[in-house]
């Protein structure tokens, strides 16, 4: 077996007997990425020199019997995560010479357990879209299909999982996206229940919305990534002070009892039909594998990709306001201050973020911020209840992910109100705060990946990812490798 | 046409906590430019806020003392504007939920009667940075942007337009900054800026109630600058009224080199901050029983203590006032009586002597070299006729100078009084003898000489003849 | 929802934004749409709803008051454009 298509389970095994080094397994990575990058473009910085110098050091703690899960794993992180020394651009030209004095928190947890940072992935500009379209650092190509788009706005962190760029990575997610990147590349994606992770060094796009989560090649590997970056930080006010569960313990228990709920509304006809039969498949598995259907209803569904773009919009215009050019990041030549912030902002921002400013800045402005910020904050009320009152008869919900598998990049580009009615399935979760995760559930008849979606009660991520095991050991389409 | 002018005021009140409102930098003043600063305060990418628990514990003991109601639920909101002092974009503020709200605080201007003036509003924000101008920052042409300030917690303080006069406007903030300083809240220093004012000054015909439009008058960092600034603005928004004029309502700043207030160069369009709850923050749950135990924790506010040391220690209210201006001097005050001192005697020390030589040595009272207990003693020493009160004057500079106890000092120099009455009239007998002629002029009638006498008995004793003794005696021997 | 490409300029001020006039229209028309569409939300009846701040009930986070290291001037001044001595160096502000 290749060591780039390892999961964290079977690398640690080597390493921890000694079969293979983290030096070997660091070059074996890079060696990788050399020769598949032209083709999939998932980096936007990789760094080889700290990574070997990172694997010598994991490889030092091995030889004094110092070998814990992430000890010497080789992983790639979004750049929206701050890496100390590590220029981080986030996707957009007004960081493209930001080198940050600090680390992330959830990165700086790994990397105290042994974790190799490869490099930093691509992604939408400031986390803002759903194709990868929107980098300033070019596009990323579905592994799959490179004609296609992997998803966004972590796709970078999709494609090289599914490229074996990675053995795991790193994203975030606020409408979906690591969900819907992770549904397109054929790989696990998890999004936490917000406050269990923290978000000190993630850059800030939507402040009450933005999770932290990790894209991996199976359940069990996205079980221990999350148990390892989870946990109250006290530098994040919204971090939540809780205990972590071994989320490892109880992935086997199977699903036999377990009452999974099928919202009505995201069973839509127009469903892309490959959409439709992976669903009808998953759902005869899950039957199979013990688990009851209970058929449920989220009334305010259709609403939720209104509420978000009001919401998302008008926290991302307020957190993007400190891109000035005074202290950090482009600053262009001006006459004059006011000169200075308009152009280096214009300059420095792409289409996609522009537009979003200026949504969210209107949503916000004198006169309009009742019937727009307000109006929306009491319908994602209403959304959240949903779940809290379906989630009185289920402890789960399968549903898709995306309406239709990846689509052919430059599709879509030229009309953002289509691209934002893609996210309908993603986004009411993260409204709603809650977890959910996307698991490789089918290919359509052109080979494209199809993933589900189970969304989880509030901290019930246990729950999440014994019902991803069942399903994912029952199946085999996580065994299945992106031919590049 | 009369006009009546209307104030209201906002103060900026900088707490004297360690670190600042939401990161743990230093707040310390006067550090190099930039040293003081961390991911937070620089409004990097990715950092986040915490709220430094001390600052709502105090702003609660100020809502509690300005009579506020604490808001059981605040929240912190974003207030949205661009500029370079400014690092988020956004400054962290309260906005619909402030932390205290519908206070009052009793003025009393000269010759008026007491007058509540409401207090609308105390909320929690952070500081923004400073910026240097022109050759301070090196260069002619660009401004330099030093943010240690930065995210420095700030109690806003806001007033009704309640006053009527400068008057009332500084007889206001001298309150509200004896409070804060009391408190320990604040260092009152508003040269260092720890306690700004900004003036909303309008002004409306007498007998009117159509409020006029307001100007409002920025950062005044001192009493006597606000009352100058309050009065030109008074007769500036007049004058421009009666020459057919509209007052603007804009921003304006105080030069005190002219007197004058000038219009700020106009700041771009009227201001829409988009004010929106925090996201980054979570919402501040104050219990009963925090309050109540803010309540407990608060010392006795000057006005309370200067009631309890005229109803209670009996002292007058010109006293009561002088020894409650400040919480350490009122202190002081107490231990001297608690020592065993008489109040009116102690008080009068303390607003004579001592508060001569604190002057004269640029000493502040926290660190007065005589301690209350010292001056307790002093004055007991006095009063059982140890030594005389003119003695006790000589003996307390050596007290201050060397920092030893009175009875030390007065055995070390031999200061003790001399009250026997055989020595003294000793001493009398020998004046009387040299002095024969002023004498002859006491006994013939002239009183006045009685003084000389006194004097020259005291200069033979080097002063520490028993006065009282002495005059008693001389009294008896003079008159034959 | 007619957004007009006044309300566009408005937005851009604030948000410190130089558009084009081609992008002007463009914005005007495509957030027009985009505000078209969330006019929906005018369908729900919210009366009574309290709206959310934050998607899981959190209250009371906080530190203690005690001084934690600063970065120090050269990792604060590391990404600055433009810096004279300590501070950061702005084109000339006017008060």
């Given at each position: 077996m290749n060591i780039f298509d390892m999961t964290i389970h079977e690398l640690h095994t080597e390493l921890k007997n000694k079969r293979i080094s983290s030096v070997e397994a660091t070059t074996a990575m890079l060696e990788r990425i050399r020769s598949v990058e032209p083709q999939v473009g998932s980096f936007i910085t990789v760094t080889p020199d700290q990574a070997l110098a990172a694997a010598a050091v994991a490889d030092e703690r091995i030889a004094q019997g110092d070998c814990h899960l992430f000890t010497g794993i080789p992983l790639a992180i979004k750049d929206i995560f701050l890496t100390e020394g590590v220029l981080t651009t986030c996707g957009s030209r007004i960081l493209d010479n930001f080198i940050p004095p600090?680390?992330?928190?959830?990165?700086?947890?790994?990397?105290?357990?042994?974790?190799?940072?490869?490099?930093?992935?691509?992604?939408?500009?400031?986390?803002?879209?759903?194709?990868?379209?929107?980098?300033a650092f070019g596009v990323t190509r579905n592994p799959w299909n490179t004609a296609h788009i992997p998803g966004g706005s972590s796709g970078g962190s999709a494609a090289a999982v599914a490229a074996s760029e990675a053995i795991a990575t790193l994203g975030t997610d606020t409408g979906g996206s690591i969900r819907q990147p992770a549904s397109h590349c054929g790989c696990v994606g998890l999004k936490p229940t917000y406050g269990r992770v923290s978000r000190y060094g993630v850059i800030a796009y939507a402040s009450s919305l933005d999770q932290v989560g990790p894209l991996t090649r199976d359940v069990a590997d996205c079980a221990s990534m999350l148990e390892a970056i989870a946990g109250h930080d006290p530098k994040d006010s919204t971090s939540v002070d809780a205990a972590v569960p071994d989320y490892t313990a109880s992935l086997k228990n199977g699903v036999k009892g377990l009452k999974i709920g099928l919202p009505k509304e995201y069973f839509i006809t127009g469903l892309d039909p490959d959409v439709q039969s992976a669903m009808d498949a998953a759902i005869e598995t899950y039957r199979?594998?013990?688990?009851?259907?209970?058929?449920?209803?989220?009334?305010?569904?259709?609403?939720?990709?209104?509420?978000?773009?009001?919401?998302?919009?008008?926290?991302?215009?307020?957190?993007?306001?400190?891109?000035?050019?005074?202290?950090?990041?482009?600053?262009?030549?001006?006459?004059?201050?006011?000169?200075?912030?308009?152009?280096?902002?214009?300059?420095?921002?792409?289409?996609?973020?522009?537009?979003?400013?200026?949504?969210?800045?209107?949503?916000?402005?004198?006169?309009?911020?009742?019937?727009?910020?307000?109006?929306?904050?009491?319908?994602?009320?209403?959304?959240?209840?949903?779940?809290?009152?379906?989630?009185?008869?289920?402890?789960?919900?399968?549903?898709?992910?995306?309406?239709?598998?990846?689509?052919?990049?430059?599709?879509?580009?030229?009309?953002?109100?289509?691209?934002?009615?893609?996210?309908?399935?993603?986004?009411?979760?993260?409204?709603?705060?809650?977890?959910?995760?996307?698991?490789?559930?089918?290919?359509?008849?052109?080979?494209?990946?199809?993933?589900?979606?189970?969304?989880g009660k509030p901290f019930g991520e246990e729950t999440l990812l014994r019902a991803g095991y069942a399903f994912e050991q029952a199946t085999e389409w996580h065994t299945r490798k992106a031919t590049i | 046409?009369?006009?009546?002018?209307?104030?209201?005021?906002?103060?900026?009140?900088?707490?004297?906590?360690?670190?600042?409102?939401?990161?743990?930098?230093?707040?310390?003043?006067?550090?190099?430019?930039?040293?003081?600063?961390?991911?937070?305060?620089?409004?990097?990418?990715?950092?986040?806020?915490?709220?430094?628990?001390?600052?709502?514990?105090?702003?609660?003991?100020?809502?509690?003392?300005?009579?506020?109601?604490?808001?059981?639920?605040?929240?912190?909101?974003?207030?949205?504007?661009?500029?370079?002092?400014?690092?988020?974009?956004?400054?962290?503020?309260?906005?619909?939920?402030?932390?205290?709200?519908?206070g009052w605080l009793d003025i009393k201007v000269d010759g008026e009667e007491s007058k509540r003036i409401r207090i609308t509003r105390i909320h929690m924000e952070e500081d923004a940075g400073k910026l240097v101008h022109g050759e301070l920052s090196g260069r002619n042409d660009g401004s330099g942007v030093d943010l240690n300030r930065a995210c420095t917690p700030l109690l806003e303080v806001v007033s009704e337009p309640d006053l009527r006069s400068s008057d009332e406007a500084v007889s206001y903030l001298k309150q509200l900054h004896q409070i804060v300083t009391w408190l320990g809240i604040c260092d009152g220093n508003m040269e260092e800026g720890s306690f700004r004012c900004d003036a909303n000054v309008s002004v409306m015909p007498v007998g009117s109630d159509t409020l006029g439009t307001r100007a409002e008058i920025k950062n005044v960092n001192s009493f006597k600058f606000v009352k100058q600034a309050i009065e030109y603005e008074i007769q500036r928004q007049i004058d421009l009224i009666e020459d057919g004029g509209k007052v603007v309502q804009e921003t304006r700043l105080f030069d005190p080199n002219s007197g004058k207030t000038r219009s700020m160069r106009s700041k771009e369009e009227a201001h829409d901050y988009r004010y929106f709850p925090d996201p980054d923050l979570v919402p501040l749950v104050i219990?009963?029983?925090?309050?109540?135990?803010?309540?407990?924790?608060?010392?006795?506010?000057?006005?309370?203590?200067?009631?309890?040391?005229?109803?209670?220690?009996?002292?007058?209210?010109?006293?009561?006032?002088?020894?409650?201006?400040?919480?350490?001097?009122?202190?002081?005050?107490?231990?001297?009586?608690?020592?065993?001192?008489?109040?009116?005697?102690?008080?009068?020390?303390?607003?004579?002597?001592?508060?001569?030589?604190?002057?004269?040595?640029?000493?502040?009272?926290?660190?007065?070299?005589?301690?209350?207990?010292?001056?307790?003693?002093?004055?007991?020493?006095?009063?059982?006729?140890?030594?005389?009160?003119?003695?006790?004057?000589?003996?307390?500079?050596?007290?201050?100078?060397s920092g030893k106890a009175p009875l030390a000092v007065v055995e070390e120099q031999g200061l003790l009084q001399v009250s026997d009455t055989g020595a003294i009239e000793l001493i009398i007998d020998e004046i009387m003898a040299a002095n024969a002629g002023q004498v002859e002029e006491y006994r013939g009638g002239k009183e006045k000489v009685f003084g000389f006498f006194v004097g020259q008995v005291m200069k033979a004793s080097k002063g520490k003849a028993n006065p009282a003794v002495v005059n008693e005696l001389l009294l008896n021997k003079l008159k034959g | 929802m007619k957004i007009t490409v006044a309300d566009v300029e408005y937005a851009a001020r604030l948000a410190r934004l130089e558009l084009t006039s081609g992008e002007k229209e463009l914005f005007a028309g495509q957030i027009g749409a985009i505000l078209g569409y969330v006019e929906k939300l005018k369908e729900l009846d919210t009366e009574g709803i309290v709206p959310t701040s934050h998607a899981v009930p959190m209250e009371n986070s906080f530190r203690e008051d005690v001084v934690q290291p600063s970065i120090g001037v050269k990792n604060a001044l590391a990404n600055a454009p433009e810096s004279e001595g300590s501070f950061f160096a702005v084109p000339k502000v006017i008060e």
């Amino acid at each position: 077996m290749n060591i780039f298509d390892m999961t964290i389970h079977e690398l640690h095994t080597e390493l921890k007997n000694k079969r293979i080094s983290s030096v070997e397994a660091t070059t074996a990575m890079l060696e990788r990425i050399r020769s598949v990058e032209p083709q999939v473009g998932s980096f936007i910085t990789v760094t080889p020199d700290q990574a070997l110098a990172a694997a010598a050091v994991a490889d030092e703690r091995i030889a004094q019997g110092d070998c814990h899960l992430f000890t010497g794993i080789p992983l790639a992180i979004k750049d929206i995560f701050l890496t100390e020394g590590v220029l981080t651009t986030c996707g957009s030209r007004i960081l493209d010479n930001f080198i940050p004095p600090y680390s992330a928190t959830s990165w700086e947890k790994l990397r105290d357990r042994g974790a190799v940072l490869l490099g930093k992935l691509n992604q939408d500009e400031f986390a803002m879209g759903s194709s990868n379209e929107s980098s300033a650092f070019g596009v990323t190509r579905n592994p799959w299909n490179t004609a296609h788009i992997p998803g966004g706005s972590s796709g970078g962190s999709a494609a090289a999982v599914a490229a074996s760029e990675a053995i795991a990575t790193l994203g975030t997610d606020t409408g979906g996206s690591i969900r819907q990147p992770a549904s397109h590349c054929g790989c696990v994606g998890l999004k936490p229940t917000y406050g269990r992770v923290s978000r000190y060094g993630v850059i800030a796009y939507a402040s009450s919305l933005d999770q932290v989560g990790p894209l991996t090649r199976d359940v069990a590997d996205c079980a221990s990534m999350l148990e390892a970056i989870a946990g109250h930080d006290p530098k994040d006010s919204t971090s939540v002070d809780a205990a972590v569960p071994d989320y490892t313990a109880s992935l086997k228990n199977g699903v036999k009892g377990l009452k999974i709920g099928l919202p009505k509304e995201y069973f839509i006809t127009g469903l892309d039909p490959d959409v439709q039969s992976a669903m009808d498949a998953a759902i005869e598995t899950y039957r199979r594998l013990g688990a009851e259907f209970v058929d449920i209803s989220l009334p305010h569904t259709d609403y939720a990709v209104a509420t978000y773009y009001l919401i998302a919009t008008a926290e991302a215009s307020s957190n993007l306001a400190r891109y000035d050019g005074v202290r950090f990041g482009h600053r262009a030549e001006a006459d004059g201050l006011l000169d200075m912030y308009t152009r280096s902002r214009s300059e420095g921002f792409g289409v996609e973020v522009k537009r979003r400013i200026m949504l969210g800045t209107y949503a916000l402005s004198s006169g309009y911020y009742d019937a727009y910020y307000v109006k929306a904050q009491k319908v994602r009320t209403l959304i959240m209840n949903d779940f809290i009152k379906a989630f009185a008869d289920v402890d789960v919900m399968l549903t898709p992910v995306a309406p239709t598998p990846a689509f052919k990049i430059g599709e879509k580009v030229n009309d953002p109100l289509q691209m934002y009615l893609s996210d309908i399935f993603t986004i009411p979760v993260n409204l709603a705060g809650t977890c959910a995760m996307s698991l490789p559930a089918g290919f359509s008849a052109s080979g494209l990946p199809i993933g589900l979606q189970l969304i989880g009660k509030p901290f019930g991520e246990e729950t999440l990812l014994r019902a991803g095991y069942a399903f994912e050991q029952a199946t085999e389409w996580h065994t299945r490798k992106a031919t590049i | 046409m009369k006009y009546q002018p209307v104030i209201g005021l906002e103060v900026h009140v900088q707490l004297l906590t360690d670190t600042k409102i939401f990161c743990g930098c230093s707040t310390k003043f006067g550090a190099e430019p930039n040293s003081q600063t961390c991911p937070v305060c620089l409004g990097l990418p990715g950092a986040l806020p915490v709220l430094n628990k001390k600052v709502v514990e105090f702003a609660i003991k100020a809502g509690l003392s300005t009579n506020c109601s604490i808001t059981p639920r605040s929240i912190f909101a974003r207030k949205n504007y661009f500029y370079p002092d400014l690092p988020k974009g956004y400054q962290i503020s309260q906005f619909e939920d402030p932390i205290c709200q519908w206070g009052w605080l009793d003025i009393k201007v000269d010759g008026e009667e007491s007058k509540r003036i409401r207090i609308t509003r105390i909320h929690m924000e952070e500081d923004a940075g400073k910026l240097v101008h022109g050759e301070l920052s090196g260069r002619n042409d660009g401004s330099g942007v030093d943010l240690n300030r930065a995210c420095t917690p700030l109690l806003e303080v806001v007033s009704e337009p309640d006053l009527r006069s400068s008057d009332e406007a500084v007889s206001y903030l001298k309150q509200l900054h004896q409070i804060v300083t009391w408190l320990g809240i604040c260092d009152g220093n508003m040269e260092e800026g720890s306690f700004r004012c900004d003036a909303n000054v309008s002004v409306m015909p007498v007998g009117s109630d159509t409020l006029g439009t307001r100007a409002e008058i920025k950062n005044v960092n001192s009493f006597k600058f606000v009352k100058q600034a309050i009065e030109y603005e008074i007769q500036r928004q007049i004058d421009l009224i009666e020459d057919g004029g509209k007052v603007v309502q804009e921003t304006r700043l105080f030069d005190p080199n002219s007197g004058k207030t000038r219009s700020m160069r106009s700041k771009e369009e009227a201001h829409d901050y988009r004010y929106f709850p925090d996201p980054d923050l979570v919402p501040l749950v104050i219990s009963e029983q925090w309050v109540e135990r803010s309540r407990q924790g608060l010392p006795e506010l000057p006005e309370q203590r200067q009631q309890r040391f005229m109803t209670e220690l009996e002292l007058p209210l010109y006293d009561a006032e002088v020894l409650t201006a400040s919480r350490a001097l009122a202190d002081y005050f107490e231990a001297g009586v608690a020592a065993g001192g008489n109040a009116k005697t102690v008080g009068n020390w303390i607003m004579g002597e001592i508060t001569r030589a604190l002057n004269d040595s640029g000493t502040a009272i926290e660190s007065c070299p005589v301690s209350p207990v010292q001056l307790a003693e002093l004055l007991k020493l006095i009063d059982n006729g140890t030594i005389s009160g003119k003695i006790a004057k000589t003996v307390f500079d050596e007290m201050w100078r060397s920092g030893k106890a009175p009875l030390a000092v007065v055995e070390e120099q031999g200061l003790l009084q001399v009250s026997d009455t055989g020595a003294i009239e000793l001493i009398i007998d020998e004046i009387m003898a040299a002095n024969a002629g002023q004498v002859e002029e006491y006994r013939g009638g002239k009183e006045k000489v009685f003084g000389f006498f006194v004097g020259q008995v005291m200069k033979a004793s080097k002063g520490k003849a028993n006065p009282a003794v002495v005059n008693e005696l001389l009294l008896n021997k003079l008159k034959g | 929802m007619k957004i007009t490409v006044a309300d566009v300029e408005y937005a851009a001020r604030l948000a410190r934004l130089e558009l084009t006039s081609g992008e002007k229209e463009l914005f005007a028309g495509q957030i027009g749409a985009i505000l078209g569409y969330v006019e929906k939300l005018k369908e729900l009846d919210t009366e009574g709803i309290v709206p959310t701040s934050h998607a899981v009930p959190m209250e009371n986070s906080f530190r203690e008051d005690v001084v934690q290291p600063s970065i120090g001037v050269k990792n604060a001044l590391a990404n600055a454009p433009e810096s004279e001595g300590s501070f950061f160096a702005v084109p000339k502000v006017i008060e």
